[in-house]
């Protein structure tokens, strides 16, 4: 037994991080208020094709704004154009719809009528679905017959999913149990064909996840007891989690954790089954082929590999509506930006908070994009905010649309190797479980690492590291051959 111990610590070494950059700083650098509204869906996209992006927002009191990065300040940053709908704006996408090389702005919208409203590149009114029917909560936007034409696909706040021709001529429709909270269209099964991820919710009482072919007709439905605890677009994430060129789609619940379905909506594995999760995020941070899996369910934020295993837990103290990831320093690993109820925060990809920002208020509405708008190679963080504020006695509604710079983000070098934690194992299960957790980060912990917090010189630690590493390896080796 004592002789396996030793073994294993000569196989088992200690990851040494080395910090290369200064103190970590989140910078708001661009600022415009909304009194009245909560902003509640922003995009970033080269609208007008003149070479630079632009920020688009649409707010709950149906006005999308369309804003110039170059234009901005923290004191002062007005829109270049604006634009009405009858009703709250709840998503909008940036799409070439006819193919004529011109992009247009796509809403979908709760009013009355104007379900979905279509804008040129100036802001102009194109058209509006008014008659196909129903509120419009969710939306995207492919060619699902493959004519050459973008086709509009959105859910209604009564149940019904819609695919348009063209306006109030729709190509299929089909009827779902409760209120369309997610739509995204995927090639789930790799048959070259555009299928239809749907997600359907009534609190409490049950979700179902759907899946359409491209002619509207049901292949999957998979119910989901309990539902969803705020279904968003943050609710659902598609990916091909085992490489097997199928993909799998993972849904945040409100009793089951995190519910993996595969391409035949069989349930693949569950993660922090029992818990509340509200947020669900998956894509390859580090490049290495293999997808990764972040999701929130208060106070932690978890970073899982594509088998289920822990990777980082972190206490965020908080819940975590919504998840993004982006390489913010160029060292070819995404760090991880999320939004919790009251602040932004990023971490790296093992787990260690870097920085954040403080709303200093509750926020209701949370919308994060990372984008390079300065063309500097460096991505900006954009936020679309809302949040109840208070005065005079009386509370109203607010809505923020920020640019944040990030600055001096720590590269982090780890060795090749793995983390002594315990040399127990632990059983597989479809619950996460790992032998492996990485230190737990809290906030009331420094968020930010200086220089003088980094320990000295990166040379210098990374000598003594591969130092330590070649001494641990000495001793396992005569170990091993003392007892045999």
Known sequence: MKMRSISLLGLILVPMVCIVSGEAILESVCLYQKTGAYINSIVVNDLDNDGLVEIISGSSDGVISDFNFNGC??????WRWQHNVKGAVRQIIVNDLDGDGEKELIAASNANTQYVVVLDYGGNFLWSDDDTGGYAISLDIADMNSDG??????????????????????????????????????????????DIVALSNKFGVKADLYVFD??????????????????SKDTVAIADIDN???????????????????????????????????????????????????????????????????????????SVN???????????????????????GVLDYNGNLIVKWDAGRNLKK????????????????????????????????????????????????????????????VPTTTESTTTIERETTTLEETTTIGKEESGGSPLFIIIISVLFIIIVAVIGFFAYKKFH
């Not at 300040?73 to 007005?78: A, D, F, G, H, V």
């Not at 209604?156 to 190509?171: A, C, Q």
């Not at 005079?392 to 983390?419: C, H, M, N, W």
């Open 73 to 78: 300040s923290t004191l002062e940053w007005n």
């Open 366 to 425: 949370i919308s994060l994009i990372a984008s390079d708008l300065d063309m500097d190679n460096i991505p900006e963080i954009v936020a679309g905010l809302g949040m109840d504020k208070t005065g005079a006695g009386q509370s109203y509604l607010s809505g923020e649309l920020r640019v944040f710079r990030v600055k001096d983000i720590a590269v982090s070098t780890t060795l090749p190797t793995s983390t002594i934690v315990a040399l127990t194992t």
């Open 214 to 231: 491209s002619n509207g007709n049901e292949k999957i439905k998979y119910s989901i007891d309990k539902g969803i605890y705020l279904p």
């Open 244 to 318: 097997d060129n199928n993909k799998e789609i993972l849904v945040a619940t409100y009793t089951k954790g995190v519910l993996i379905i595969d391409s035949n909506g069989k349930l693949k594995k569950s993660l922090l089954s029992g818990s509340i999760v509200n947020s669900v995020y998956a894509s390859d941070l580090n490049g290495d082929g293999n997808i990764e899996i972040v999701a929130g369910s208060k106070p932690y934020l978890y970073i899982f590999d594509s088998y289920g295993n822990i990777l980082s837990r972190v206490n965020v103290s908080d």
């Open 149 to 194: 034409i973008n086709n509009v696909i959105y859910g209604t706040e009564s149940g019904n999913l819609h695919v348009l021709k063209e306006k109030n001529n729709p190509l299929c429709s089909a009827r779902l149990e409760n209120r369309v909270a997610y739509i995204k269209v995927s090639d789930i099964d790799n048959d070259g064909n555009p």
């Open 322 to 344: 919504e998840i993004i990831s982006s390489d913010l320093n160029n060292d070819a690993v995404d760090e991880v930006i999320f939004g919790a109820n009251s602040f932004i």
